[in-house]
């Protein structure tokens, strides 16, 4: 299926496109500051030329952590250079990502994640560094056919069903049990009917396609029911609209498919948790700037940008992990990364090197990032922590080829940094280390203070929440 046109030069083009397409709806897009994409849609015969220049209002009280009710109205204005067609739609609609303004001053709104994102974008151009940088992250979830949960006073529980949890060798289906499924950690590459979820991820990668994203490729994970699929690289504003594509897609398709899909970092014990590793680099006047001649063949810039990593790790991870289930991934022996350190090919610490043929391919793999994470705020908070470190020639040391997985207690003896260890302690990490990101005005304090406000409203209702687990260990003692 050809893509539909993405990218418009006017309003005047675009209201030619609704009515060559035939459409009925325009649906307009947000990112909230959580993460979520949220959305309004118009009548066609509503949708004029002053709507898509000048946007609209609309009540900002109702969006968490936005604004109070005595001051609600916000301003939505659509950017036509990031549209796409809905492919799940009843109606025909086409959807455009939108950028949130304050109506009193006219200025993009400091808690508006889309507008954050592209002043870091702005403040990378001013500092001279470089005048873009490259993302290209790698999403992974789980896909269930079943998922039934309850939390309330008197009652906590949760059910994951799929026809792949490894637990079912023995059950009776009325179709029949076949009794091919992964092992524990035996989800990785193998064909069907092992795999049993390649026609719905080449389903997701079509849909994909079909809305204008670059798309590479899909496999199984190494957790059964567990996916990723594949997108290029871009600059920081359209990678995280993607992201936000991406997640749309996977959640719809599977929806489509009569399944579930789910981006926690974290929903099954004992096997392998979902991670978003984030490649990154820089350019200057189409120039890779992370290629030279020291360590895995690297620049001095990629090795300061990696410093930069290293040394505001934790309060990063208020970005790039945001959620109390994030860290229940973030612990030794489950392929996800804990020690703050680099090396090339060595997959057991935070901040690998791929392996690349070309200048062009030089570039640092965060591996700790998570894809329950506000794809604009952790772009964002990655790029202002590596160019700390450029600005001030921050080393991140010599690297760590070791691996940590066999004997993670090693970092520790050694003083190597690691990840926040819980939500809180990324949280208060942020509040303590927050300089870089407040540099050229992208992020605000008070941004920055709303955010760590509202996270920290889930780690205070999870510390005190009993759950399945501790009753199974206390109740009798």
């Keep these: 299926m050809a893509s539909t046109n993405t990218s418009f030069k006017s309003a005047k083009d675009f209201l030619k496109y609704t009515q060559d397409a035939g459409l009925e709806y325009v649906t307009f897009n947000f990112t909230d500051l959580k993460g979520k994409l949220q959305h309004i849609s118009y009548h066609i015969s509503n949708v004029d030329e002053d709507l898509l220049t000048d946007g609209f209002f609309f009540d900002g009280s109702s969006i968490i952590a936005w604004k109070s009710i005595h001051e609600s109205d916000m301003n939505l204005r659509p950017d036509l250079t990031k549209t796409y067609l809905d492919p799940y739609s009843a109606q025909p609609t086409h959807c455009i990502f939108c950028d949130v303004f304050d109506p009193i001053t006219g200025e993009p709104y400091e808690r508006d994640p889309r507008s954050i994102a592209k002043a870091a974008e702005q403040y990378l151009k001013d500092t001279g560094i470089a005048d ?219 901040c690998r090197i791929p392996m690349s043929t070309s200048p062009n391919g030089k570039r640092v793999e965060a591996r700790f990032p998570d894809p329950a994470c506000n794809p604009y705020l952790a772009f964002a908070a990655m790029m202002m922590a590596g160019l700390d470190g450029i600005e001030n020639k921050i080393h991140p040391g010599e690297a760590q080829d070791r691996d940590f997985f066999e004997d993670p207690k090693l970092a520790e003896s050694e003083g190597i940094p690691t990840v926040a260890r819980s939500l809180r302690e990324a949280l208060e990490s942020l509040n303590s280390d927050r300089a870089f990101l407040t540099k050229g005005n992208v992020f605000s304090d008070d941004m920055i203070d709303a955010y760590i406000n509202m996270h920290m409203a889930d780690v205070e ?17």
């Design 132 to 350: 873009e940088v490259l993302y290209g992250p790698e999403p992974e979830f789980f896909v269930f056919n079943d998922v039934r949960f309850k939390d309330d006073m008197f009652e906590s529980s949760y059910t994951l069903e799929s026809q792949e949890n490894p637990t079912n060798s023995g059950k009776t289906y009325e179709q029949g049990n076949m009794g091919h499924r992964p092992t524990v950690k035996g989800g990785y590459f193998p064909v069907p009917p092992i795999d049993s979820l390649t026609d719905l991820r080449a389903q997701m990668l079509t849909d994909m396609d079909s809305i204008g994203l670059d798309v590479e490729k899909h496999h199984h994970e190494v957790a059964a029911s567990q996916c990723e699929l594949g997108i290029k690289a871009a600059t920081l504003v359209p990678c995280a609209d993607n992201v936000q594509l991406y997640k749309y897609v996977v959640h719809n398709t599977a929806h489509g498919f009569g399944m579930t899909a789910t981006f926690m970092p974290k929903p099954v014990y004992g096997d392998n948790g979902s991670g978003m590793h984030v490649h990154q680099s820089l350019r200057k006047n189409k120039k890779p700037l992370f290629a030279g001649d020291k360590y895995a063949g690297l620049s001095d810039e990629c090795l300061f940008y990696i410093g930069g990593l290293i040394k505001h790790a934790k309060a990063l991870n208020a970005f790039t992990n945001p959620t109390t289930n994030s860290y229940k991934r973030l612990v030794p022996g489950y392929e996800a990364p804990v020690i703050m350190a680099y090396s090339a090919r060595n997959r057991s610490v935070a």
């Design 461 to 477: 209702e999870w510390e005190m929440h009993p759950t399945p687990g501790e009753f199974k260990k206390y109740y009798s003692v």
